[in-house]
């Protein structure tokens, strides 16, 4: 298909583009903390977790922001993302692609995916939990280990399925200058799933919890 006949992009789409090319760092940052702020929100929706109440006299805005689901953490989630997430990203990706630049041989496509699982994933995964972990409220080094090491393999086997698979889709299927947006809403939809499963379980470990409480309350009046 000749240049001309390629159906054009959406104008929006063809903006976003051009700010990634003008300024590469800052719009990856604004689009993963903006991301990672609606992928908590979202998975709040999807899990049913309940609206936290607010005092009567609370402010209209207060009340919206509750009916919503967005909380401190959603706020929490758009600075990781936007310091911490995209930043990291940007820099062992770039220099990933830098080591390889101008090789297209299946062989170095190969040796970029090794690469890419073996030094970049790990990195990722451990800054992504301890990052967790921290949001979550964890107040000590030692909760935030905790949480690193229990999570670590399961998130990098995750990985290690997914992204070759994602790459060697977007090698064949997807252009080039696509392929940031591409991988973003990737990551977005796995994100939610994970964080919607994750908050799912707290719920029903929460619940669980509370009806031993119950139980062990009734016990204690019929005793």
Same mark, same amino acid.
């Given at each position: 298909?000749?240049?001309?006949?390629?159906?054009?992009?959406?104008?929006?789409?063809?903006?976003?583009?051009?700010?990634?090319?003008?300024?590469?760092?800052?719009?990856?940052?604004?689009?993963?903390?903006?991301?990672?702020?609606?992928?908590?929100?979202?998975?709040?929706?999807?899990?049913?977790?309940?609206?936290?109440?607010?005092?009567?006299?609370?402010?209209?805005?207060?009340?919206?922001?509750?009916?919503?689901?967005?909380?401190?953490?959603?706020?929490?989630?758009?600075?990781?993302?936007?310091?911490?997430?995209?930043?990291?990203?940007?820099?062992?990706?770039?220099?990933?692609?830098?080591?390889?630049?101008?090789?297209?041989?299946?062989?170095?496509?190969?040796?970029?995916?090794?690469?890419?699982?073996?030094?970049?994933?790990?990195?990722? /995964?451990? $800054?992504?939990? &301890?990052?967790? !972990?921290?949001?979550?409220? %964890?107040?000590?080094?030692? *909760?935030? @280990?905790?949480?690193?090491?229990?999570?670590?393999?399961?998130?990098?086997?995750?990985?290690?399925?997914?992204?070759?698979?994602?790459?060697?889709?977007?090698?064949?299927?997807?252009?080039?200058?696509?392929?940031?947006?591409?991988?973003?809403?990737?990551?977005?939809?796995?994100?939610?799933?994970?964080? /919607?499963? $994750?908050?799912? &379980?707290?719920? !029903?470990?929460?619940?669980? %919890?509370?009806?031993?409480? *119950?139980? @062990?309350?009734?016990?204690?009046?019929?005793?």
């Amino acid at each position: 298909m000749s240049a001309s006949a390629a159906k054009p992009l959406n104008p929006l789409l063809a903006a976003y583009l051009a700010e990634l090319v003008a300024h590469p760092l800052r719009t990856k940052a604004l689009t993963t903390g903006s991301l990672s702020f609606l992928q908590e929100v979202l998975a709040s929706h999807l899990a049913g977790t309940p609206v936290k109440q607010k005092p009567k006299d609370a402010p209209v805005y207060s009340h919206a922001l509750a009916r919503a689901r967005i909380e401190a953490k959603s706020f929490k989630m758009f600075i990781y993302g936007f310091l911490v997430s995209a930043p990291m990203g940007h820099y062992l990706v770039g220099a990933l692609q830098r080591v390889f630049a101008g090789k297209t041989g299946t062989g170095a496509k190969v040796a970029q995916v090794i690469a890419s699982n073996l030094l970049v994933a790990p990195i990722q /995964t451990l $800054v992504y939990l &301890a990052s967790m !972990a921290i949001i979550n409220g %964890a107040k000590s080094a030692d *909760e935030v @280990k905790k949480t690193v090491k229990a999570g670590f393999m399961p998130v990098l086997r995750v990985t290690w399925v997914t992204s070759p698979l994602t790459l060697v889709f977007a090698q064949n299927f997807v252009a080039p200058e696509l392929w940031v947006p591409f991988f973003n809403m990737v990551q977005f939809v796995l994100g939610t799933y994970f964080n /919607t499963k $994750v908050k799912k &379980a707290r719920s !029903a470990a929460e619940a669980r %919890a509370r009806r031993e409480l *119950e139980e @062990k309350a009734k016990a204690g009046k019929s005793a």
